[in-house]
């Protein structure tokens, strides 16, 4: 049945219970000085308004009751009305409330859980301890350098070499200590000028972080028919 709150935020027939055990009246001693008969009493108690007499000595009863505990008649009669009317309309089905309220139910019941409880805080562990390490071996891990050519040492008769291959996205790379600036991508090209003879390139990418990788190669320059 749908309730009327009181100002105490009860249903009607729990408000008056409450307010006759705080003034401590007893059920028999509220028998006599109301002379409402006690299975009536017991049933607006229990807030059993369809079984009480008509409306108008169901009224009649609630006033006395309201007078013997001290509150007003007026008020509590007009509770009683809305208690009433309430229960006299028809509810619309709503599956909505059902299924949030379920919904609650289950979400505590899960956190009620000790051992979910304790699978998820393993779970949420791992994953910030894993974090952690991947943030460290970035932080400690050298720079990936790839030089695709020359992919070992080689002996040119041109006087110019072009370099390729490919360095992790972010490092500073360089050849022989001038710069080199690779694409988005990481995969770089870089021109050098060979002296006659043993020339010696190095390669090298330094992270953000200080860390460095180097690729020595060792070029001859021979010109042709020497």
Do not use: C
């Not at 509770?79 to 309430?86: S, V």
């Not at 505590?108 to 791992?126: K, M, P, Q």
């Not at 002996?155 to 360095?167: H, K, R, Y």
């Not at 996205?169 to 002296?195: H, I, R």
């Amino acid at each position: 049945m749908p309730i009327a709150q009181t100002k105490d935020n009860l249903p009607l027939h729990e408000y008056l219970v409450q307010r006759r055990k705080f003034l401590k009246i007893r059920l028999n001693d509220l028998v006599v000085k109301t002379s409402i008969p006690a299975k009536y009493i017991k049933r607006i108690e229990s807030g059993d308004w369809p079984n009480l007499p008509s409306g108008v000595y169901a009224r009649g009863f609630l006033k006395k009751y309201a007078q013997v505990v001290g509150l007003d008649e007026g008020e509590i009669a007009a509770r009683y009305d809305m208690e009433m009317a309430l229960a006299a309309r028809p509810e619309k089905p709503n599956t909505q409330p059902r299924l949030l309220a379920s919904g609650i139910i289950n979400h505590l019941d899960f956190w009620r859980h000790s051992s979910l409880r304790r699978l998820l805080a393993l779970a949420v562990a791992i994953l910030v301890v894993a974090y952690i390490g991947w943030q460290f071996t970035i932080i400690f891990a050298r720079p990936d350098l790839d030089l695709s050519y020359p992919s070992q040492d080689i002996t040119v008769d041109s006087s110019s070499l072009e370099l390729a291959g490919s360095v992790s996205q972010g490092s500073d790379l360089s050849v022989n200590g001038e710069a080199v600036y690779p694409q988005p991508d990481g995969t770089f090209k870089k021109e050098v000028q060979l002296l006659a003879g043993l020339n010696v390139l190095e390669i090298k990418a330094v992270s953000r972080f200080g860390k460095e990788s180097k690729v020595i190669r060792k070029v001859t320059h021979q010109p042709a028919g020497e």
